[in-house]
């Protein structure tokens, strides 16, 4: 599997693995990776103690964001309407 990136499937593995006290081994059983990939992969992102477990998680729903009750450009008078004649 040369060449294939990691996926945030992957890598929330990884931070699953990590949280169990999983060696890299387990961990690169599991995802059927060389243990290697996982080590760099830990090393780059801070190490065990700090791997961004929350980075990788899925992301919260989002809510839209509202909009205010009145645009503020309309609250100035070069932008209004002229009065009807």
Same mark, same amino acid.
């Given at each position: 599997?040369?060449?294939?990136?990691?996926?945030?499937?992957?890598?929330?593995?990884? &931070?699953?693995?990590?949280?169990?006290?999983?060696?890299?081994?387990?961990? &690169?059983?599991?995802?059927?990776?060389?243990?290697?990939?996982?080590?760099?992969?830990? &090393?780059?992102?801070?190490?065990?103690?700090?791997? @961004?477990?929350?980075?990788?998680? @899925? @992301?919260?729903?989002?809510?839209?964001?509202?909009?205010?009750?009145?645009?503020?450009?309309?609250?100035?008078?070069?932008?209004?309407?002229?009065?009807?004649?």
């Amino acid at each position: 599997m040369p060449g294939r990136r990691l996926t945030r499937a992957d890598r929330q593995q990884i &931070a699953a693995g990590l949280a169990q006290r999983l060696s890299y081994a387990d961990i &690169a059983r599991r995802l059927n990776r060389p243990a290697s990939t996982v080590s760099r992969e830990v &090393a780059r992102n801070g190490g065990p103690g700090r791997y @961004p477990s929350s980075i990788w998680a @899925p @992301p919260p729903t989002q809510r839209p964001r509202s909009s205010p009750t009145s645009p503020q450009h309309l609250s100035k008078p070069a932008c209004r309407a002229p009065p009807p004649a």
